[in-house]
T-cell receptor
Framework: NAGVTQTPKFQVLKTGQSMTLQCAQDMNHNSMYWYRQDPGMGLRLIYYSASEGTTDKGEVPNGYNVSRLNKREFSLRLESAAPSQTSVYFC??????????????FGNGTRLTVT | AQSVTQPDIHITVSEGASLELRCNYSYGATPYLFWYVQSPGQGLQLLLKYFSGDTLVQGIKGFEAEFKRSQSSFNLRKPSVHWSDAAEYFCAVGAGTYKYIFGTGTRLKVLA
């Protein structure tokens, strides 16, 4: 079982470039999430998708867009990258959005550097 | 305001010694509390969770945590640390239907 798969693992962008981070889960989970992890700040929620066909903003959505392509896939797009978006990005999924009995399952992360 | 505080940024213990990682939360309702572990280059893995009932909860890898409502704490413990426990540990509270609030993490170093 692969769980949550993120691609790429590493990426370097120049300011102003765009890119899409891909995430796919094979656990038939309904909800998917994008977090960013910065030193001393823990994990902060960027966007989430409670179920296929819905997306909502989290704590730090500015500069990002998302697409819930189907039940398995949830992508994060940076339209015009900025150095402040240098971070480690984690995708996560949960079986059920409204129940904490279904814990978050995380991918291994994408380390993004914007120069 | 809802928040999670992990007061220790780094902790170093010797292999075989006991471990306690501190977590304090601020949340108005009954909290759902979690501990996650992150090994280098990996995503976060759930160690244990508390929803209600017995305030001492057992998790994977020999970890346990105790919920103390009066102290707004949910400290993680392990009686004897192994070198493979070196990682970063995150405390989190479930805050609302979809939202988790994570602490800033405690990085554990284990001395041989």
């Amino acid at each position: 079982n692969a769980g949550v798969t993120q691609t790429p693992k590493f990426q370097v962008l120049k300011t102003g470039q765009s890119m899409t981070l891909q995430c796919a889960q094979d656990m038939n989970h309904n909800s998917m999430y994008w977090y960013r992890q910065d030193p001393g700040m823990g994990l902060r929620l960027i966007y989430y998708s409670a179920s296929e066909g819905t997306t909502d903003k989290g704590e730090v959505p500015n500069g990002y867009n998302v697409s819930r392509l189907n039940k398995r896939e949830f992508s994060l797009r940076l339209e015009s990258a900025a150095p402040s978006q240098t971070s480690v990005y984690f995708c996560a999924s949960r079986a059920q959005a409204g129940s904490y009995n279904s814990p978050l399952h995380f991918g291994n992360g994408t380390r993004l550097t914007v120069t | 305001a809802q928040s999670v505080t992990q007061p220790d940024i780094h902790i170093t213990v010797s292999e075989g010694a006991s471990l306690e990682l501190r977590c304090n939360y601020s949340y108005g309702a009954t909290p759902y509390l979690f501990w996650y572990v992150q090994s280098p280059g990996q995503g976060l893995q759930l160690l244990l969770k508390y929803f209600s009932g017995d305030t001492l909860v057992q998790g994977i890898k020999g970890f346990e945590a105790e919920f103390k409502r009066s102290q707004s704490s949910f400290n993680l413990r392990k009686p004897s640390v192994h070198w493979s426990d070196a990682a970063e540990y995150f405390c989190a509270v479930g805050a609302g239907t979809y939202k988790y609030i994570f602490g800033t993490g405690t990085r554990l170093k284990v001395l041989a």
